[in-house]
């Protein structure tokens, strides 16, 4: 049997396998305080953050490691409250912008302060990646131009080329449900529906907001431009409601209304993916003609953009939805809901 030694710790009895059940010790140095210091600190060293009462059972496996026999005697005490880092102070509101000369200062309003967070927000959570695509949309606008008067004299609404656009999405995302999800947590979460958001530009031109159409799926293109035509007035006329601009699970932004050919949206949170649409311009395109031989001939073009987190949505993904999505806008036919 190894060497005996004057024990290093002393309370209520109990041996150095007794596996050391009771949740919290008080360690009381006897004899030999300075060896009991030095096993401790190299246990702690080598077992960082571990719970007093795990280190002293270390301390004694050391000693009898090395021939010494200790008789580990603990005390049962009252469980210590975990340590709290001390409370920051909050931080000084920044001082307020002084004016030089020639500028003007305004203060940011609750709307700005909301988006300038959100979108931070956004960009450090999601890794964004810009993929785009070009679509012939000649069909589409031969299309609209037959609609017009009579979708106004019946309706009172104009077949938009974002309602033909919206339309095809909400087709496409049905094979691509991970476009349409979201990441939660450490699980990838999917949906049986569609919840179309469309970002909305808000009379004094100051501000966004991104009412949803809910269900999307359940509408053809005549109730899609209803619904975007009435959200779009509701959120002009500041007469959303709250629980028209929760629950999104996919967005198309449509800047091309002013005449812009592409951008790189910010991705609503917690959404996987947005959708830019351009504007429709006339450009020479090469196309087939009747005889199989390239041709030379003017189309109504737009381009599209995906913007997507790339910790759900891979490129080739992305391309493949781009791609899926062009076809059913460019095969648009009047038979087409």
Sequence with gaps: MGKEVMPLFKAAAASPNDGLSCSAVRILPAFGTRAAADILAEVHQAHPGTERAKLAA???RSLLARGISVPILLEEAPAEAPATAPQAAPAAAPAPAQAQEGEN????SAM?????????RSLDTSAHVTSSIEVDMTKIAALRQRLKKDWAGSYGVNPTFLAFVARAVVDT???YPWINGEIRGDSIVTRNYVNLGFAVELADGKGLIVPVVRNAETLNLLGMAKAIADIAQRARDKQLLPDDVQGGTFTITNPGGYGT??????ISQPQAAILGTYAVVKRPW???????????AIRSMMNVTLTYDHRLVDGAL????LRDLRERLQSWDEATE
């Design 105 to 108: 200062v305004e203060p940011m």
């Design 286 to 296: 090469v196309v087939e003609d009747e005889d199989g031989q390239d041709a030379i």
């Design 58 to 60: 270390q301390g004694a």
């Design 318 to 321: 992305a391309g493949r939805f």
């Design 112 to 120: 700005r302060k909301g988006i300038a967070e959100h979108m931070r």
């Design 261 to 266: 050919f592409h951008g790189t949206p910010v």
């Design 173 to 175: 995302l049905k094979d």
